[in-house]
Structures are given as structure tokens and as C-alpha cells.
């Protein structure tokens, strides 16, 4: 009867202006049998923007799976877009 | 052999042979009976001129076509059936009666088989896929996620500065596009903001598909609330983006920016649309 415990990325969802969603499972299992999970979210954005100045998020310390697809998915096009809807957006 | 009774009669092949045993009808127009030498039951009659033999139907036995079986079916292997499965008299109940075993409903899409529904020994109800219609046919009427969880949301400041959190974790539940979230945030320290504050969100906030019809404002409860000009912070969410930003309202003048300060506790509970 062994106890174990792990942190996955179980989910990596690309939004339409190229938001990327990140679901994190924490499963604890018992000889290989799941006995609870529960889920962590975050997102991470094409771009962020400091007072007036637009810059390239850091995902350095982002799970290996979810640089690689903001890095395929964050075009410099990907990246305008969003500044111009973010900026479309605000007050 | 006369209405004699026998013990056994017995016909049979050379089990190394390749000849066949044929029993003929004899030239009679009447109908033919093979009984059984015991009269146990009839096995076969001609069907007029004896060029062929039926069987002789069996109260005991479900024809092919019609009847009504009142006893339970017992199947080892798949049961296929092209036309429907019709309950006709009471309820239709579909039931698996091993100890702790679950239910499939399963479909086939693109040559494969698909679990559409799956019924848990337990009593979960599980829909894999493609989710919940209710009250018409269109996406739009169509519950397909729930989820509950957590988000660790950080604080920071629009421009520069910092902001120091004690608690930072709101709890969210997703029923379909709507996110609920929830939590108390307290502010250990902050060293000069510029720009308002930001507080990130679990999932982005829908964007817009009408106008600014995604954005959304709601007012924290506070404790050692901040005031200006007489109005506590709100805070804002705009279509498309993962944030909240902290503004005050002003009198006859646009928003100004609110950061938090130390020893500040924030309450939040509101809800927003997303996409996904």
C-alpha cells in the first residue's frame, strides 16, 4: 500500500488571441489508484505590458510543455494582436 | 417393427466415413412424423409433399421471429441489435448487476468507439465529451465543463514598484463558460506603485462578441478600506485579458488607479464569462 503524490500539467489550452490556460492536477494515488486529485489554473499571456510599454512575458518558470506551446503559438503577429485587443479594451 | 416398444434406437455414421445417412420419406401423401422412439416429443414434420421437414414449434422455445421470452437472457458475447431496444410495459431499466462495476454507453465516431456516457458504480454520472443539451440544439444551449479548483493569483503593480502578498489563493468553481471565484487576500507589503494594481485571474476573460459585452466591475469588501473622494476601490476586468485591475471612482472625472497597502485585507467573490 504505497502513498504517492504528484503535480502534473494536465491541460494546456490555447485561446483564440493566444492566451495560454494552464490546469495543474495534483493527484495522490494509492498503488497507482488516484484516491483524490484537485486542479490549480493559471493563465499566461502573449505579452505584458508595464505602464505604457508592451514586453515579452517571461515563461521561464513555466512547465517545459506549456513554453513550448506559447513559444510555437506567440508569433509576432500573435503578439500584436493582443496588444491591439488589450489596448482596444481598456479605459 | 409394429407398435412393438424398443429400448434404443440409434443411428449413426462411421466417425472415419464420408457417407451420409439419409432417412426418406416414404410415398405416401399423408404428412411424415419422425418421433422419437420414446414419444418424448416430435422433431420434424413434412410440409406437404415431403420435399422438405420443419420443426415442429416448441412453447418451451423463442421462435426467430416474435414471442415472448419470460425468463432472463443470458448472453457470453456481444448482443447486436439494428433495430431499438423498446421497454413496453414498465419501466426500461438498464442495470449492471456486478459488484462495483460501471455502466457504458458508447457510440462509434470516425470508425472508433467513443464512451458518450458512462454511469459509475457509485452513482457519478459521466459525460466524456460533448456535454449537456438543454432546451434547444445549438451550442449555445449546450452545458459541456464544470471544474473546481485553485488559483494563486499574484499582485502587481500596472507600471513599477511592488506588492508583497500574505494570502493569495481564491478558489474557483467553472460551470460552462461562467467562472465563480472566491477568496481573501492580504497585503504584506508594498513599495512604490505606479500603476494601478493587478490582480491575474484562473481563466481569461472571455472576449468580447458584442460591444464591450465580456467586461465586467465588482467591489470588494475591505478591511482598513481606503477611501477617495468618498469611494472605496472596485475592481475591473476587460474582455480578453487574465486581470483584474483596482480603480477608484471619481466625482465628474475618470478612474483613478488604486494600489493596496500594507495590512490591507480584500475580500472577493464575483463571477465573469470565459471562452473555453
Known sequence: ?91 | MGDSIMAKVKIQGNASGTGVLTVTAPNTSTDRTITLPDATGTLLNSDGDGSSLTGVADATKLPLAGGTMTGDLVVSADVDITGSLNGTSGSLDIKNEANNQNVFIKTTSAGSEVTALKIHSGGVLELPSGGLRVGGTAAANTLDDYEEGNHSSSWTTGNSGSITMGRNSMAYVKVGKVVTITGEFDVGSVSSPIGGLRVSLPFAIASHTSERNMSFVTRAGMYHIPHHEDNPPLFIGHGGTSIIEGIYERDDNSFLDYNPQAGETIWLCFSYFTDS
Open chain 1, 1 to 91: 500500500m504505497a502513498l504517492t503524490k504528484e503535480t502534473v500539467v494536465d491541460k494546456i489550452e490555447v485561446l483564440e488571441m493566444g492566451q495560454v490556460q494552464v490546469r495543474t492536477a495534483t493527484r495522490v494515488k494509492e498503488d497507482g489508484t488516484v484516491l483524490s486529485s484537485s486542479f490549480h489554473r493559471h493563465v499566461v499571456v502573449p505579452s505584458t505590458k508595464k505602464g505604457d510599454t508592451w514586453g515579452d512575458t517571461d515563461i521561464s518558470g513555466e512547465d517545459a510543455r506549456v513554453q513550448a506551446v506559447a513559444t510555437a503559438t506567440w508569433t509576432d503577429s500573435v503578439k500584436t494582436a493582443y496588444r491591439a485587443m488589450v489596448d482596444a479594451n481598456s479605459l
